[in-house]
């Protein structure tokens, strides 16, 4: 058993007990990896001996970026759409059925090269743990081969089957939620970890929403909604009402709405002493992108609703792997201190993913850790747009 010493931190974030502050802050630290995992955390001055050293010099070293959420798998992209939209068209959703369209004519090897092209982009970013979903291809044998694909670069997979009705169900979106349920999620539930569905005006309506969600959570998938991005309604509260692990977008958001998410708060013994069962997952990308208005994430965490960040990578509404820019527009557009944008982009997608072994930097939680090229957390904020990610260590080894 080979073991790393990373000596020399001048500003740990552990997101865990015994630092200070919100972020578990430790100054002048060291941080020992055996076996992939933390196996030590202290003073720089009490580390132990170790077979290799990295010098992290002073700098800051986070826990790695857990982006939860993530569409990875498609072919084609949507430049065109974007700069339309720029010039002052809307967006509607309706694109995805544009790179629906090139997923099906994609075979599975330029599938899998643009997977692995992303996940290597993110992981240069510092995304050690990334959710992809499936929801390019719609039909049995597309869905499964996306989850198929995107299983082989992550276990945090999601069935996003429900994504829209393509085109050649429009007039019969009943057959196609039979489709989702029966011989679809058959396919896919294999390769799946959770199930999603796109809950919006245009796609697909609470009771079908409903219905998808049941089938999967039948089967043991986790549920996750994509909800009230575009526009008030209730995807949130279905996704309470399901115990979802997290509800996604939440721009619209009613009081009812925040009521629902603050009403899943239980306390615990984690470093937070509290959260809430069912995650907010805001993603600014999105907003950026489409330059729509942000979610008011301060609301949300004002009314004690556990928020996480993510990119929403996907080539139509926000094509950015970047959690650094997510944390950037975070703070900046929607008034979240920089510990919070910087919280919510590591322990809180941990957190939107069910996962206590991520996230955070104590004894036991895997060695997922970047070493930035700043002194301090809040340069990511502070220095948008500039790559500050010097190191990353993925399951303790290096990247
Ligand atoms: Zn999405």
């Not at 972020?23 to 076996?35: F, H, I, N, Q, T």
């Not at 999105?286 to 609703?305: C, K, Q």
Request: aromatic share 4%; proline share 6%; glycine share 10%.
């Amino acid at each position: 058993m080979s073991s790393l010493l990373v000596d020399n931190i001048g500003e740990l974030v552990t997101n865990s007990e015994g630092g200070a502050g919100p972020l578990g802050l430790r100054r002048d630290a060291a941080l020992l990896v055996e076996d992939g995992l933390v196996a030590w955390i202290g003073p720089a001055r009490d580390a132990p001996a170790a077979d290799r050293r990295i010098d992290a010099e002073g700098a800051a070293v986070l826990p790695g970026f857990v982006d939860s959420h993530a569409h990875l798998v498609f072919a084609g992209d949507r430049a065109a759409e974007f700069a339309a939209r720029m010039a002052g068209e809307p967006y509607t959703g309706g694109g995805i059925r544009t790179t629906v369209g090139a997923t099906r004519a994609a075979s599975d090897d330029e599938l899998r090269a643009t997977v692995r092209r992303l996940r290597g982009e993110a992981l240069r970013q510092g995304t050690t743990t990334i959710e992809i979903k499936s929801g390019y291809g719609l039909t049995v044998a597309d869905e499964a081969r996306s989850l198929r694909i995107a299983a082989e670069v992550s276990e945090e997979t999601t069935f996003l089957g429900a994504h829209v009705v393509p085109a050649e169900y429009a007039d019969r979106p009943d057959d196609y939620v039979g489709l989702v349920c029966g011989p679809m999620l058959a396919a896919a539930a294999p390769y799946a970890r959770w199930v999603d569905v796109f809950c919006e005006r245009g796609a697909f309506d609470v009771d079908h929403a409903r219905a998808i969600l049941a089938c999967g959570q039948a089967v043991g998938l986790g549920v996750r909604v994509h909800a009230n991005q575009l526009g008030p309604g209730p995807g949130v509260r279905l996704g309470v009402e399901l115990g979802a692990a997290s509800v996604d977008h939440c721009t619209h958001l009613t009081d009812a709405d925040v009521d629902a998410l603050a009403s899943t708060r239980i306390d615990c013994m984690c470093a937070e002493g509290r959260h809430t069962a069912t995650v907010a997952t805001l993603l600014p990308g999105a907003e950026f992108s489409t330059r729509s208005p942000y979610p008011d994430a301060r609301r949300l965490l004002d009314a004690g609703v556990t928020v996480a960040l993510a990119t929403d990578c996907n080539p139509g509404s926000s094509y950015t792997s970047s959690m650094p820019f997510c944390i950037a527009l975070a703070v900046r557009e929607m008034r979240m201190t920089p510990a919070e944008a910087v919280w919510a982009a590591t322990a809180g997608g941990a957190r939107a993913l069910r996962r206590d072994d991520v996230g955070r930097l104590r004894p036991g939680a895997r060695a997922d850790l970047m070493i930035l090229d700043a002194p301090s957390h809040l340069h990511l904020a502070y220095r948008p747009g500039v790559p500050l990610i010097r190191q990353v260590l993925h399951n303790g080894v290096p990247q």
